[in-house]
Structure formats: structure tokens, C-alpha cells
């Protein structure tokens, strides 16, 4: 009997462990960032976008687009945000450049998909007219599988450590290309 509570104890130990190391990873630097729902959010417009143009649906579109018009702009403030931290002055060229791409390779996967493509991706249009609310429109963006042209990292970087005061010396730096 003693043994069977020592086992349930060991067995509450361990899940509490692996809570509470979920929790901390949740809390580590690449917990889930703004911009990593600003880029699914990004993949689902441009999909209903090559939708629309390649099986005629502007109408539906345009409705999507007046109704989260709202959302989406936030997104890609968000979406402007995250490129100017990363590329600095190179980053309405990364930002187009990567528009540009997630277009291209959507466009791709409804060329293979031929005559499909329409019948697969029009019932998407009335999914997301009944979508309520912009939380339900990320929601729907994250579950979906948006097809995107490379992996953007949105984790935060690491504090670095304050510059010691010691040397007075520049540090050399090797750059390597």
C-alpha cells in the first residue's frame, strides 16, 4: 500500500515537473511572439488573395478585407515592426521580397493543384465570413495550413551583457564571409 502512494507521489513530481517546465520554456525567448501571429495572420490574406484572382472571387475577398480590415492593418504594423528590428534599413526590401515570395509559392501549389485548387480553397471564403471577431481570425489563420516561402524566427533575442569597463582598448572584430 505505502509503495502504491509513494508511486502516485513520484508520478504527481513528475507531471508538476514537466508543467512547470513547459512553463518555462513558454517563458524563454522563443515563447510565442506578436509577429508570429501577424505572419499567419499574412498567409491566410495572401492565400484568399490567389484564391480570389485565380477562381474569380474579388467580391469575396474584398468582403474579407472590409471586414478585418481593422485586424489586418494592426498585423501589419506588426509585420513592419518585426522587419525594421531585423534588417534595419534593408527592411521595406526584406519585406516586400517576402510578400512577394509567399504569393509566389501559393501561386505554385495552385498551378499543381490544377482544376482542384478552386474546389479545395473557395469553402475558405465562408469560413472566414463567420469568423466573429479578430481573435477568432488568428485562430482560424494558426489552425489552417498556410503555405509560407521560409521560416521567419520570431523569438527575442537574448539581453546581451552590459560592455565591461575594464579595457580601454576597442575589441578587434573579425568578420568572416
Not at 7 to 21: E, Q, S
Not at 27 to 56: I, N, R, Y
Not at 69 to 97: I, M
Not at 132 to 158: G, R, V
Amino acid at each position: 500500500m505505502s509503495m502504491s502512494i509513494w508511486r502516485a507521489g513520484a508520478a504527481a513530481l513528475a507531471l508538476l515537473g514537466l508543467v512547470n517546465g513547459g512553463q518555462a520554456l513558454a517563458a524563454g525567448p522563443c515563447s510565442p511572439s506578436p509577429a508570429h501571429e501577424a505572419f499567419d495572420v499574412q498567409g491566410l490574406k495572401s492565400e484568399l488573395m490567389v484564391t480570389a484572382l485565380s477562381c474569380g472571387a474579388q467580391d469575396k475577398y474584398n468582403s474579407f478585407i472590409m471586414k478585418f480590415r481593422t485586424k489586418l492593418a494592426a498585423e501589419e504594423h506588426v509585420l513592419n515592426s518585426y522587419f525594421n528590428s531585423t534588417y534595419g534599413r534593408n527592411s521595406q526590401r526584406q519585406h516586400d521580397d517576402y510578400i512577394t515570395q509567399l504569393a509566389n509559392v501559393q501561386s505554385e501549389r495552385g498551378l499543381k493543384s490544377g482544376t482542384a485548387f478552386c474546389q479545395q480553397r473557395m469553402s475558405m471564403f465562408e469560413e472566414v465570413q463567420v469568423l466573429d471577431s479578430s481573435a477568432d481570425l488568428s485562430n482560424y489563420a494558426q489552425a489552417k495550413d498556410i503555405l509560407q516561402p521560409a521560416s521567419y524566427l520570431t523569438c527575442t533575442a537574448p539581453n546581451r551583457p552590459a560592455a565591461s569597463t575594464r579595457s580601454r582598448t576597442p575589441a578587434r572584430r573579425t568578420v568572416r564571409s
